[in-house]
């Protein structure tokens, strides 16, 4: 009981206190942070899906191509260089920033591609958009059009 309380008093203290004050620690603590923590913990569920068995993965690549809004599994198709480039100059003249797209671990486990947008003039407030595709492109597609989507709906309540 003890141990619970202290956790639960520690991520009342801990979590707030992280998001009042995250812009003033340095950008180098998120990378460490993300390579000492999420790294092992993504390597973990990796292999944890890898252990649950082939009728687990088969389920895990249907659920996955449902979410790219395809009916049926399909094999990723050629990027050419030409294509990514359109996509991000669209990123970029929408004001996103930090763009990184990574694939996720596990066979044909697909892409998720991130960026940050500036939400004042200053960029010291910043909204961070996330979105998962089949492949890099498809990934950096989806997150282009939940970007412009959300400055559409923002421009409507202004």
């Known amino acids: 009981m003890k141990s619970r309380s202290f956790l639960l008093i520690a991520l009342m203290v801990v979590v ?28 973990w569920v990796a292999s944890w899906r890898e252990a649950a068995g082939s009728g687990q993965t088969a389920r895990v690549a249907r659920v996955e191509s449902l979410v790219d809004g395809d009916p049926v599994p399909m094999a990723p198709q050629a990027i050419t260089e030409a294509d990514r480039a359109v996509v991000r100059d ?32 200053d960029g010291q407030l910043q909204r961070v958009f996330q979105a998962a595709g089949r492949d890099a492109l ?12 959300w400055q559409a709906r923002r421009a409507r309540s202004e």
């Open 90 to 121: 669209g990123l970029r003249d929408a004001g996103a920033v930090g763009v990184e797209c990574r694939q996720l671990p596990g066979a044909g486990a697909g892409h998720v591609a991130m960026a940050r947008v500036a939400l004042d003039a």
């Open 138 to 149: 498809a990934a950096e597609r989806r997150l282009l059009e939940e970007i412009t989507a």
């Open 16 to 43: 707030p206190a992280l998001a009042m004050f995250s812009h003033h620690l340095p950008a180098g603590l998120f990378a460490t942070g993300s390579r000492l923590l999420l790294t092992p913990l993504i390597g």
